[in-house]
């Protein structure tokens, strides 16, 4: 087959890391062509939604170069049997834009991963909240008097934007701290803008478990420990990431998801938890595979792309 990925720039990501690039690597070993694209190169001619997109080999884990296979091509999307929409938040207008174009793909002959109509309504701090009895407790609001309300009552807060991604803007609160109404005024920028503010959870200290769902099924999870003088928990930020197991209370958690994911076709979605509690559902470009990989020995890129040879339009069905 040949699968598109729409992504942010090839140039920076790290070939040890990076899930869109281990995806594109796997996709190759199996004997697929993988193609590039950026999502504003998506466009429309009439209904149909076309896209300039370039084949292109991804370097191995361990480093070395892109290749180009290819000079560019502008052809239909749904010439592709699967698209992948791997672009990275932030969710601003440019975002919704390319949703909308990939909505009109014809579904009998592509499948658009995770599905656009789905991920532009599915908010990753608020789709966790369709799930009242698996969250922490949590407030969304721009009031800070709401918010300075909420750190009294539960005594240590966390704060987060609506749009932020990676940990960043997260804000830390606690009862009877100095600065706690200036930094309340910082995390709505005054009184402007939504965050969600979730009770804190003792065992971050120890870290979250990312698991990581196929078509609702767990491909596995990683525990995220941060690093030494930081508190998010984020590979990126220098976290690590370490070996752990599903507990009871994680099962419990994707049994409860699984419906709802499948029904709105996020096939490939990073679900992130603490004490048995459900914090976020990340559907726009959930990583973590190849630390999952790295941990278990396990081929979960693999996976992922059986499923979509197995899932493709006219291809046949498990």
Known sequence: MDLLFLMDPLEGLNPATDTTLALMRSARIRGHR????????????????????????VPGPHGGALAWAGEETYRPVASFPIVWMRKDPPFDLAYVE?????????RTKARVLNDPTAIRGANEKLYALRFPDLVPPTIVTADPRRLRRFVEEHGEVVLKGLHGAGGVGILFASRGARGLAALIETATRGGTARVEAQAYLPGSTRGDKRILLLDGEPLGAVLRVHGEGEERNNLHLGGRAERTTLSAEDRRIVDALRPSLQADGLVFVGIDVIDG??????????????????????????????????????????
């Open 34 to 57: 993988t193609f590039y694209a950026r999502a504003r190169q998506l466009a429309l001619e009439g209904a149909e939604p076309f896209v300039t997109a370039r084949a292109v080999d």
């Open 277 to 318: 509690r459900l914090t976020e559902v990340n559907v726009t470009s959930p990583t973590g595979l190849q630390e999952l990989e790295r941990l278990e020995g396990i081929d979960a890129c693999g996976q992922v792309i059986g499923w979509c040879e197995a899932h493709a339009p006219g291809q046949p069905q498990p």
């Open 98 to 106: 390319a949703t909308w174009i990939l909505d009109q793909v014809d």
